[in-house]
């Protein structure tokens, strides 16, 4: 592989790793002021992708950090529950703590992660599946898995649900911050699949 090659297979992992980090950030907690004043300077493009950036910092500049968090706690938190529950048991069964989180975490102890004690969501959070494919892309595990690796985490762990969550999130009567979120999501995973796809 030539160093132009290289140089361009790393900037494109840099930025496969800075989406998912994004999606984690947004899907955590609800935004502070420095973040919406981060994605409001966001820059778009032509491509759906590029739509879907420029139409989140066009939200985030009209929203201030209270009514970003009202959003979230209307979407996510809830007095019993949110509007919707970004978990894969729930997703996939319908039920939390179910057979999916389990095995979540034996390939997550498989891969040497420990989850912090002060997170308190089951690992099979939206927010933390994101993360995990962040580091697993970053390096900050101690090296990058191979494509193959992150390929068989994504298609575990993520791809038999996120998009339905995403989709949900895009057509949520509470969603205006989180609509693009749920946009972006949609059309992230698609791509990181096809990608996959093109992986024996």
Known sequence: MSEAAVVMATDEEHLRARFWGLL????????????????????????ELGHALADLAATARTMDPAAAEDEFNALFIGLSR???????????????????????????EALGMVVNDNVSEPEDHIAILAEIMQLLIDGSLGAPLSLAEQKRFFAAHIEPWAGRF???LENSPAARLYRPVGVLGRLFLAVEAQAFAMID
């Open 82 to 108: 949110g509007e919707l529950v970004p978990f894969a048991s729930y997703y996939l069964t319908g039920f939390l703590h179910e057979k999916p989180l389990a095995h979540l975490r034996a390939n997550m």
């Open 166 to 168: 995403f989709t949900d």
């Open 24 to 47: 984690a950030a947004l899907l955590a907690a609800p935004p502070s002021a420095p973040l919406l004043g981060t994605l409001a300077l966001i820059p778009g493009d032509a491509s």
